[in-house]
């Protein structure tokens, strides 16, 4: 079955994007125009955290993913185009790096300049990395 998700009500999630193949849970209703929903409840994952192909995060299972501590940060930066993009954790300078394939994974399909949100991160071997992002909203719930 087809459900409607408009922007707003994915935007009221926390959420400005959803990546292919990720599962929501909403709560819908049926309206003139068919059935739409009214609000986003959950955003699952699309695929296990352990094919990431990086060093750092292959050694992750999920598991062990959700035993890093989640941390409070913002968005610095993030191009689509070549597939990656920065953040800080909030009262800290040092840049987080965040690959497009941490967003997939997380069932993200992107990300905006200034967007508060929740990292797990890790020492990788060229400095801080990202292995999971959530939602600021999402990151409450959890």
């Avoid at 935007?11 to 599962?23: L, M, P, Y």
């Avoid at 191009?79 to 800080?88: C, I, R, T, V, Y």
Wanted: proline share 1%; hydrophobic share 45%; glycine share 12%.
């Amino acid at each position: 079955m087809d459900i409607f998700l408009h922007a707003n009500v994915l935007r009221d999630f926390g959420q400005s994007s959803i990546a292919d193949g990720v599962k929501i849970k909403v709560i819908a209703h049926r309206s003139d125009r068919g059935i739409q929903d009214s609000e986003v409840l959950s955003v699952a994952s699309p695929r296990s955290f352990n094919t990431f192909g990086y060093g750092e995060m292959d050694a992750l299972d999920d598991v062990a993913l959700t035993e890093i501590e989640l941390q409070p940060g913002r968005i610095k930066g993030f191009d689509k185009a070549n597939g990656f993009g920065f953040a800080n954790v909030f009262g800290k300078s040092e840049d987080i790096f965040v690959h497009m394939d941490v967003l997939r994974r997380c069932g993200l399909s992107g990300l905006v300049a200034g967007v508060g949100v929740a990292l797990r991160v890790v020492e990788g071997e060229r400095g801080l990395m990202a292995v999971a992002i959530l939602s600021w909203e999402a990151a409450q719930v959890e």
